[in-house]
């Protein structure tokens, strides 16, 4: 079937220094990518989506970089701290003509992480 | 609004046996879905709904069953527990197709032994 998959199972960095977490996916008929933050011993939380339409979208200290060319999304958080320690997950999904999901979310292995302080 | 809220959130079961994780909503979301998380990996989607009385199959539904009577609640149930149903459960919703990002609960821990 279809997956998500990341580059990188684990990601060190300093605080202060900007993180970059990839992750390729495999169908190329996705129409949404999310990405999600989790903490130890908490549900996943989200951080920021993005349309098949855009390649870029831009948050409070996130931007999400999509290539549809080559199947590859990226979450780059600026200024990373201590507390943004966490698991990562891309996940993807259809919708239909109308934008609304089918949904269907399928998830990634997962980035973890790790800010030095 | 107390979100999405799962229980029990730690459950050991022995093999065989049957259970129902339960699920509540209080945000007014028509999606609905459950996962499970092993170690090591991602979630994965067993069941979903995308409105009361409407559900579907996701990824890995054999040996769950669910049912969505009301927009507010959506129970998974274990018809006979097995070693391998030895995971960690989420329920999550989203307020419609058009909102992408869905909302999680904290998870049910669950051991079959």
């Known amino acids: 079937g279809e997956s998500v998959g990341l580059h990188l199972p684990t990601l060190s960095v300093q605080e202060g220094d900007n993180s970059i977490i990839n992750c390729a996916y495999s169908?190329?008929?996705?129409?949404?990518f999310i990405w999600y933050k989790q903490e130890s011993g908490k549900g996943p939380q989200f951080i920021i989506d993005?349309?098949?339409?855009?390649d870029k979208r831009q948050g409070q200290r996130v931007t999400v970089l999509l290539n549809k060319t080559v199947k590859h999304l990226s979450l780059q958080i600026a200024a990373t701290q201590p507390g943004d320690s966490a698991v990562y997950f891309c996940?993807?999904?259809?919708?239909?003509?109308?934008?609304?999901?089918?949904?269907?979310?399928?998830f990634g292995q997962g980035t973890i992480l790790t800010v030095h302080p | 609004n107390a979100g999405v809220t799962q229980t029990p959130k730690f459950q050991v079961l022995k093999t065989g046996q049957s259970m129902t994780l339960q699920c509540a909503q209080d945000?007014?979301?028509?999606?609905m879905s459950w996962y499970r998380q092993d170690p090591g990996m991602g979630l994965r989607l067993i069941h979903y709904?995308?409105?009361?009385?409407?559900?579907d199959q996701g990824e890995v539904p054999n040996g769950y069953n669910v049912s969505r009577s009301t927009t507010e609640d959506f129970p998974l149930r274990l018809l006979s527990a097995a070693p391998s149903q030895t995971s960690v459960y989420f329920c999550?919703?989203?307020?419609?197709?058009?909102?992408?990002?869905?909302?999680f609960g904290s998870g049910t821990r669950l051991t079959v032994v």
């Open positions: 999550a919703s989203s307020l419609s197709g058009g909102d992408y990002g869905y909302t």
């Open positions: 169908n190329s008929a996705s129409d949404y």
């Open positions: 993005i349309r098949s339409n855009m």
């Open positions: 996940a993807d999904g259809r919708a239909n003509a109308g934008g609304t999901s089918y949904g269907k979310l399928t």
């Open positions: 945000m007014n979301h028509e999606y």
């Open positions: 709904s995308v409105g009361a009385g409407i559900t």
